[in-house]
């Protein structure tokens, strides 16, 4: 009895502790409040509570699916991660919105800095060392650092998000990014986890998909995407996920934020399209999650769907999340790519591309060296 009474109080004491760390650790953030229920329940993305894809997709794997990825894990990936800290490129923050013609600065994975139009964008700006509420668990950052400090960072026009997924926005950089930033443009209930730490409701803006806003002169649509939502253990779906266009004077960027390959990629390129850039996801896959993280090979035809002009592939070279070698994704990218007859950018992270407007692109006018070899 003595030994049972034992066990009952641990389990209720650790059952007690993870509800406290749920409730009260900031990073997790704060499920949509109240107020904004209303906003998100007319969204027809929106039921029984959750977000939902425009097409069915699957997040549960039975038996068959994961029978193949145990077969993998125990076999083991060559490669997973680099052997060394990837080369960095040179990046002064003072060159910032300095330039004459719009670019992209990538940082790895997902994150990228859009100069447009005089205006200085951040797109899912992930700068943490690992992908996780506790920056001591994780894969950790290939490159191990930045090629610049945030605290050196200039005020930044906007920062545009994507999904509330770790890899994508992250606690420890939304609290020193914070009050650099005039407004957070955000997809439905994403506010409510930057409102929690410090961002205050007026800087923030939230989007349902094919919703458009006026970014100082720059149009912003929020479009949509294939993918899921979440946290923690009793928030997935609650905000929604999506993609962005964004139509300045100097030029017209699509970026795929996380997606399983669908129809959704014509319909944006048929309303808006044709785009002169892409940031498209290339990374992080496995065939039994195909129906939220695109293969390689669709990310090209994505690209295509959308009507893109060059092609920068993201969501890689930072974190191992899936279990492919950490080159796949850009060699099979580019490999394709090849095949069809797109162009591809392919910098260094940390190295500023030149976005070029206009139907006949030189190959030679952007990066296309195979750094990672």
Not at 90 to 118: C, M, Y
Not at 119 to 127: E, G, I, N, R
Not at 227 to 235: A, E, N, Q, T, W
Request: charged fraction near 20%; aromatic fraction near 10%; charge should be positive.
């Amino acid at each position: 009895m003595t030994i049972l009474l034992l066990f009952v109080t641990v389990v209720a004491a650790l059952a007690t502790a993870t509800a406290a760390v749920l409730r009260y650790y900031p990073a997790f953030g704060r499920k949509p409040a109240k107020e904004h229920l209303s906003r998100n329940k007319m969204s027809v993305n929106y039921g029984e509570g959750i977000f939902v894809n425009q097409i069915p997709t699957s997040l549960s794997m039975n038996a068959q699916d994961l029978a193949p990825l145990l077969k993998q894990y125990m076999r083991g990936i060559r490669q997973r991660k680099p052997r060394q800290p990837l080369p960095m490129a040179d990046f002064d923050v003072k060159k910032i919105r300095s330039r004459n013609q719009p670019a992209v600065t990538w940082f790895g994975h997902s994150a990228a800095l859009l100069e447009l139009d005089g205006q200085a964008l951040l797109l899912d700006p992930m700068f943490g060392l690992a992908p996780s509420p506790f920056p001591f668990i994780g894969s950790k950052r290939y490159s191990r650092s930045l090629p610049f400090r945030i605290e050196h960072l200039p005020r930044i026009d906007a920062v545009i998000l994507s999904h509330d997924h770790y890899d994508h926005l992250d606690y420890g950089s939304i609290k020193k990014l914070k009050d650099k930033v005039q407004q957070f443009i955000v997809p439905l209930g994403v506010g409510s986890h930057l409102e929690r730490w410090g961002v205050e409701p007026n800087r923030i803006k939230q989007l349902d998909w094919w919703d458009e806003y006026d970014c100082q002169g720059i149009k912003l649509v929020c479009t949509p995407a294939r993918h899921f939502s979440g946290r923690s253990l009793h928030d997935r779906n609650t905000t929604l996920w999506c993609s962005w266009v964004v139509k300045g004077k100097q030029a017209s960027v699509y970026f795929s934020g996380d997606s399983g390959y669908g129809p959704h990629f014509a319909e944006i390129g048929q309303r808006f399209g044709p785009f002169d850039f892409t940031l498209m996801e290339c990374g992080q896959y496995n065939e039994s999650w195909a129906a939220i993280h695109m293969m390689p090979e669709q990310t090209v035809q994505a690209h295509l769907d959308v009507r893109g002009g060059v092609m920068l592939p993201i969501h890689w070279a930072a974190f191992t999340l899936a279990m492919h070698a950490w080159t796949d994704p850009i060699e099979r990218v580019t490999r394709r790519a090849k095949e069809q007859g797109v162009k591809v950018a392919t910098p260094r992270i940390g190295q500023t591309v030149p976005i070029i407007v206009g139907s006949e692109v030189d190959d030679e006018a952007y990066p296309n060296a195979a750094w990672w070899r």
